[in-house]
């Protein structure tokens, strides 16, 4: 009988250490599947997310540049703006809105560094006409420390850029690293039990 016992045992045993081993072979197999997948479905949001921060960075290092600011052309000034505009429209399509929300963000960085691109260029025409006039000294003096003035706020503006960048590169990165094989956990609310109904007594 003992022997029985064991030998019954030892199936049982085996059976079961070749259930858990199939099941998890499957759901190996079902992950591999899934990160592949969402592997292809994330590819046009990556493509989309590098063209926007790369042209961020672009800006960024136009203004930040070690050999000295350049003022901007109106033309520069249109094209960077179109092309910005572009790949907002290309970028929110895609999602998702945890994503749209900083790129957002990172947007108006872009496009206030822009318009403080052309208030420097207008600032530094008008400090030109001033310095060629007869205007006295103060007068030239005054016309460039509101040039001064205009280029350190373009640094400011370039400076919050950079944390916009950083901030939409975070929230990027984590939704692209998202492959869908990480288990998630069911939110406390959905696994409360409804509350029963009243009985209503019969009349």
Same mark, same amino acid.
């Given at each position: 009988?003992? !022997?029985?016992?064991?030998?019954?045992?030892? %199936?049982?045993?085996?059976?079961?250490?070749?259930?858990? !081993?199939?099941?998890?072979?499957?759901?190996?197999?079902?992950?591999?599947?899934? +990160?592949?997948?969402? /592997?292809?479905?994330?590819?046009?949001? &990556?493509?989309?997310? /590098?063209?926007?921060?790369?042209? +961020?960075?672009?800006?960024?290092?136009?203004?930040?540049? =070690?050999?000295?600011? *350049?003022? &901007? !052309?109106?033309? *520069?000034? /249109?094209?960077?703006?179109?092309?910005? =505009?572009?790949?907002?429209? *290309?970028?929110?399509? %895609?999602?998702?809105?945890?994503?749209?929300?900083?790129?957002?963000?990172?947007?108006?960085?872009?496009?206030?560094?822009?318009?403080?691109?052309?208030? &420097?260029?207008?600032?530094?025409?008008?400090?030109?006409?001033?310095?060629? &006039?007869?205007?006295?000294?103060?007068?030239?003096?005054?016309?460039?420390?509101?040039?001064? =003035?205009?280029?350190?706020? %373009?640094?400011?503006?370039?400076?919050?850029?950079?944390?916009?960048?950083? +901030?939409?590169?975070?929230? +990027?990165?984590?939704?692209?690293?998202?492959?869908?094989?990480?288990?998630?956990?069911?939110?406390?609310? /959905?696994?409360?039990?409804?509350?029963?109904?009243?009985?209503?007594?019969?009349?």
């Amino acid at each position: 009988m003992e !022997t029985i016992v064991a030998v019954v045992g030892t %199936l049982l045993g085996a059976l079961a250490g070749a259930v858990i !081993t199939g099941w998890w072979q499957r759901e190996g197999v079902r992950m591999t599947v899934r +990160a592949e997948y969402n /592997k292809e479905r994330h590819q046009p949001r &990556s493509d989309a997310y /590098k063209a926007f921060i790369r042209s +961020a960075i672009s800006l960024r290092e136009r203004v930040l540049n =070690n050999d000295g600011y *350049e003022d &901007s !052309t109106e033309d *520069e000034e /249109k094209r960077l703006r179109n092309e910005i =505009n572009d790949l907002w429209t *290309e970028l929110v399509f %895609l999602g998702p809105d945890s994503v749209n929300v900083v790129a957002s963000v990172l947007l108006d960085n872009y496009l206030d560094v822009i318009r403080q691109m052309t208030d &420097s260029r207008h600032i530094r025409n008008e400090c030109l006409r001033v310095i060629n &006039s007869d205007a006295s000294e103060e007068a030239q003096e005054g016309a460039r420390q509101k040039y001064e =003035n205009s280029l350190h706020n %373009l640094d400011r503006l370039a400076s919050e850029l950079t944390l916009g960048i950083n +901030a939409f590169a975070g929230v +990027a990165t984590a939704f692209l690293n998202d492959d869908g094989t990480t288990p998630r956990r069911t939110p406390f609310w /959905k696994k409360r039990r409804p509350l029963p109904s009243p009985i209503l007594e019969r009349p």
